[in-house]
């Protein structure tokens, strides 16, 4: 979560909770360098402009209707190679139920997320706390879950955490890291009077995404300008099938000694060996350690299995004859014998 002062991110918090026409829909509750992730559902209106991918098309649909995720999570945070711990996370099984919503369904809407904090750990925190209470309290948010089915997970991501999901061992990126390197990202910077500079937003920022800053002249919004260093985040939205094994949420320090398919391939070792998410986290965090990461990491993986990863399947390549003809193979013994 890249916010640096919890009275200004409250500020923010209740533009988007607002319940003015300018309210926005309640997938877009929040921005920031944070990344979380719900366990909810295809719904129509809104949710329908978040493109779903193609794993829900005709061709797995036996497949889908036959898959209920069996969901377990584990988290685990390290300051890492800093002194002091500005990450945290959280991790909610039954979103509507913590908060006393009454829905008609009986399905559970889950709710994890990682906040990466810069500038102080005050932020970050203070979204964490309030941030689920934004989205249940939203008028829009039990309209629009008594319309879907289960098996649909949505991520929203601002800033340089990251998502990814193994689907039979092949990590795929749920969420894009937000950095003054993404050309899109630059693009819309420059077109809002931003600049890059030495690889920071306006010479000062490692993010392009961010609640709060509003102590960073020219960031944010002054009036009717809108600054570069945008709030909301970009969301993706899938539906589950029984090829999709877990899914990694880390801040950027995991993600500066992990790759994407690294993290994933340790992930299923993992848990082919011991079946255990909470384990497996404690390991990761190990492992990002003994690589040297300098930056504090902070890990939850949601599991949507019971049984832990199958074996990978290893395609033998097809043998192909070879040979060589007398010419060539007496040219070879020439050149070995000198």
């Known amino acids: 979560m890249c916010v640096k002062d919890a009275e200004q991110v ?13 309210r926005k829909p309640w997938p877009f509750l929040s921005g920031g360098d944070f990344l979380c992730t719900q366990m909810v559902n295809s719904g129509s209106n809104q949710l329908e402009s978040i493109s779903e991918d193609a794993v829900s098309t005709d061709g797995k649909h036996s497949l889908l209707m036959n ?25 909610i099984a039954d979103l509507a139920k913590t908060f006393g919503c009454s829905l008609m369904s009986e399905e559970a809407v889950s709710f994890y997320g990682v906040f990466d904090g810069h500038g102080g750990k005050g932020a970050s925190h203070f ?24 098996r649909s997970l949505l991520v929203a991501n ?13 990590a795929i990126e749920m969420s894009k890291d937000h950095r003054p390197c993404c050309m899109r990202e630059r693009m819309r910077i420059e077109s809002l009077g ?25 960031m944010k919004e002054m009036g009717e300008r809108v600054g570069p260093l945008s709030a909301e985040p970009e969301l993706k939205m899938i539906t589950l099938t029984r090829e999709d094994e877990f899914l990694i949420i880390g801040s950027d320090g995991i993600w500066d000694v992990f790759t994407s398919q690294n ?3 340790f992930t299923r070792r993992r848990l082919q060996e011991h079946n255990d998410v909470k384990r497996c986290c404690k390991e990761i965090v190990e492992e990002a350690i003994k690589r040297g990461a ?14 832990p990863p199958p074996p990978s399947v290893i395609t033998q390549r097809a043998r192909v004859g070879r040979s060589i003809s007398a010419e060539g193979l007496q040219s070879l013994k020439f050149h070995l014998e000198g």
């Open 67 to 91: 898959f209920v995720p069996a969901l377990r999570s584990g988290e685990c945070s390290d300051t890492g190679g800093r002194s002091y711990m500005e990450d945290t996370h959280i991790c």
């Open 10 to 22: 409250s500020h923010e918090m209740e533009d988007l909770g607002d319940s003015t026409n300018n």
């Open 158 to 170: 601002a800033g340089d955490s990251r998502a990814v999901l193994s689907r039979s061992g092949k």
């Open 194 to 218: 931003g600049f890059i500079d030495d690889g920071y937003l306006n010479g000062q920022l490692g993010v392009t995404r961010a609640l709060g800053d509003w102590h960073l002249e020219g």
């Open 294 to 307: 300098t930056d504090n990491v902070t890990i939850v993986v949601l599991s949507f299995h019971s049984e």
């Open 263 to 265: 993290a994933t391939d």
């Open 127 to 150: 979204v964490r706390e309030h941030l689920p209470r934004v989205i249940v309290e939203d008028a829009d948010f039990p309209l629009e879950l008594e319309k879907v089915v289960t």
